[in-house]
């Protein structure tokens, strides 16, 4: 069994920042992907960002140059440094860990961006 957590979410104005934060824990061997999507009311989860074990990333259009993903290996650990957000950012935030092949979520944490 894998848990995955998120942490760092909250209320910030327009142009601000946040950093989100992700551990995963239990039964694992070794984490290939981890990432970050989110989901706005009434939209579909969509992919913000993600990090594969050897370090490559991939970011959405919306938010590259603004945010930032990296991760620990050795912690199962990854974060989300947000800069310049944008009242659009405004969603809840998923991370997930993907452990041989199988994508295990958080619980999601809300970040909500006022303009």
């Known amino acids: 069994q894998v848990q995955v957590v998120e942490s760092g979410g909250g209320l910030v104005q327009a142009g601000g920042s946040l950093r989100l934060s992700c551990a995963a824990s239990?039964?694992?061997?070794?984490?290939?992907?981890m990432g970050w999507y989110r989901q706005a009311p009434g939209k579909q989860r969509v992919l913000v960002a993600a990090i594969a074990s050897g370090g490559t990333t991939n970011y959405a259009n919306s938010v590259k140059g603004r945010f930032t993903i990296s991760r620990d290996n050795a912690k199962n650990t990854v974060s989300l440094q947000m800069n310049s957000l944008k009242p659009e950012d405004t969603a809840v935030y998923y991370c997930y860990a993907s452990v041989s092949s199988v994508y295990y979520w958080g619980q999601g944490t809300q970040v909500t961006v006022s303009s």
């Open positions: 239990g039964s694992i061997f070794s984490v290939s992907a």
